[in-house]
């Protein structure tokens, strides 16, 4: 079948970055594929399957947690993308159903016509509608009259078109009645002698403090961590800032002397240090400290920016101004001097204290700024600054309010207009109350027939025959097996042990794993309607992952299964002449295994260009030799880069030789704990394929015996506290020296020779 080639070039993080530096990678019918982790397998997938979906049906196992989803209540499980997720929705949406029936029929009770003599919210609708109909037939009469009367006031004229004044424009202005006073009448006199005055008003956004809080704290929290080790002030904060102000004064001498110890300050060192103080991660730490000083600073800015001017406003409103203006200034202080101040010294001693972490800023966050009663002044100031025929018109409408005051005191139009409102209130309320619960038994009906097609969609589908062939696979290697949880047509399962229901939350990383692995590759078969019969391009990025050996050899077993296709339920998965597998591993133990075993050479037939047969010298068809790296793809990626392995030569040989490879890779990376664990695995394998004894072989050197048992067994790398304090290239010259001492330097030396040769 045809190759593909996969563009790599065009791929690229958002920083600009790449992870490949190859163009491209050809990818044969079956590809096997060493990465470590970390070193892009998982992009690897996402390109191939960004670029071949259109073409392909692209199939990507990386892990259980989008194929198992848990359902606590029934202590099952179902196997479908996202499953756990749309249990909890269904579960919650089912109530949701339960608890908006019983609503709606309440409601239904409520706005329809009772049978039987009895009251509801329909009939007091019915009696609230006639009692206010009465009333506001009579306070409508009393408008009409006492519009005629305002529109016939002489001496003065209060109304500007007397044939315009009716009812309407009466009860417009019963809002406005009132009656005036002396010092009223005054006050409008002093309004038009005072000057203009003018006031601004103040737009100012208030900053999340307590964002720049966290922020500033999560800078404190971080420390750089030494990326080149120098002894003499790794331990010491007050050496290393000692050091990087001698740095900023003597980086662009040379040969000069050193005004703290008088010796020549030597090129070398200065290199050494700039490297130290110059690393990406000082530089970056550096960065953001300084960045957030200058915000800081801006914000500062900002707030210093803030003034008010007392002297703006009319007399009359100088007391408020000064009122607002005192506190303004109060809460600036604070925010100055409890904030700010306090952000700004803990960003500087931080600038000095890059490689430790400082301690957080327990502070109360400030008072925010609140400048709307402040520019309700300033709108009210503005009212002032009205010409004097504005007053004018105001006059004479103030004197007209005050009429039509004296007019609604004596018809007592403030009770009737009372009643009427409480009788429109009590009209609006039933009309409200039958509207509102109308809409929303309308409301209700739409959710109710929506949960209910959501929870349809939601429900896991059942698959006998899925979880049969699982349970089968399974049968020789767990103590366990899945079966319904329920009804056989539900998607839930559990797990039965020794007659006995076990709980799906004790089942391990590996078991989880192992199940989501035989469930994919069952449903591999399986024809989607969308895929429209396209050839698959299978990918398993890194399938063992936490799996015992019996786990690792049923998922080794399985994949060679159904690469080879030769079994009956494997061919419907994967064709060998339309298909593409790509498998995906950091585990060399699991690279190894998974690949075509036994003899795989044959002779082939060789054929021109033009496809007629090569002849050799006795006239018969020339033969070639071929093997499974010509009909396979095997890669190792490192550093970027696909490196194509072509014969078995250019392939680990052994598990052996894996480790020697692993260990190679993890003093590389200066990794030291897991480099003791790969040094006892081959002392161990040495001892054991040469039948030594493990006393004599440490003898005079026990101690290294313990810190390799010890240390190797270690779950995390960059531990806090380490129980040796050997560099990696000095756990190197140990392990060398063990096997100098047992007369195996030769071993040694061959293993890692080949390791670098690899490289």
Known sequence: MSELTINLAQHQFDDGS?????????LKNKNFIFAKNGSGKSTLSKIIKAQKQA?????????????????????????AV?????????????????????????????????EADGENLFTKLEKAQKVFKNKDETIKFFRTRAAKQISEKHNPVIVENARSYQAPKFKGEISKAKLLQNTEIEQFKQTLKTE???????????????????????????????????????????????????????????????????????DTKLEELKRYFDADKV?????????????????????????????????SLKGKASEQKANIDTLKREQLNNFWDILSKALDDKEKNLFE??????????????????????????????????????????????EIKVLLDNENYAVEISKLANLKSSQDAAQKAVDDQTAKAKALELEISTLQAEIEQLKPKAEQQAIDHINEKLRQSVPWELHFAGSEDEGYYNVLQDAKERSVKLLSTGEKNIIAFLYFVEKLEEVKEEQNGKPKIIIFDDPMNSNDDTMQYLIITELQKLYQSTKDGYKTKFNLQRDHLIILTHNVHFYLNVQPQGYYKENKIDKNEDGSLKLNGAGKPKLIETSKYDKNNFYRLQDGKFKLIKTETDDFKTNYDAIWYELQSLVDNDLRNSMLNSMRRI??????????????????????????????HLAIENISAESFTESAEELKQLFKQLFIDNNAEDHFKTHWKEVQNEQ
């Open 18 to 26: 790449k992870i490949f530096s190859d163009a491209d990678i050809c």
């Open 55 to 79: 073409d392909f049906d692209v199939q990507i196992f990386n892990g259980f947690s989008s194929l198992i989803g848990e359902n606590e209540n029934l202590d099952a499980f179902a196997l």
């Open 357 to 402: 972490v400082s301690d957080d800023l327990l502070i109360s966050l400030p008072e925010n700024l609140n400048f709307d009663d402040y520019n309700d002044l300033v709108d009210e100031n503005d009212t002032f600054t009205q010409n004097f025929t504005d007053e004018q018109i105001k006059a004479r409408n103030e004197l007209r309010y005050h």
């Open 683 to 712: 002392i161990e394998t040495y001892i054991g394929f040469n039948s030594l004894n493990r006393d004599e072989f440490y003898k005079g050197k026990e101690q290294y015996l313990k810190l390799f048992n010890v240390n190797s």
């Open 82 to 114: 996202n499953a756990g997720e749309n249990e909890e929705k269904i579960k919650e949406k089912s109530q949701q159903v339960e608890e908006k029936t019983k609503e709606w029929n309440s409601i239904n009770e409520q706005i329809t016509k009772p």
């Open 283 to 315: 530089k970056a730490l550096k960065d953001r400290i300084i960045n957030g000083k200058s915000i800081i600073s801006q914000e500062i800015e900002k707030l210093n920016q803030v003034n008010i001017v007392v002297s703006d406003f009319y007399p």
């Open 196 to 266: 203009e005055k003018t006031a601004n008003k103040i737009i100012y956004h208030s900053p999340d403090f307590d964002k720049y809080l966290k922020s500033v704290n999560e800078i404190l929290a971080s420390k750089v961590e030494e990326e080149i080790a120098i002894e003499r002030i790794s331990d010491n904060q007050a050496k290393r800032h000692f050091a990087e102000q001698g740095l900023a004064i003597y980086k662009d001498t040379h040969n000069e002397i050193c005004a703290f110890c008088g010796n020549v300050i030597e």
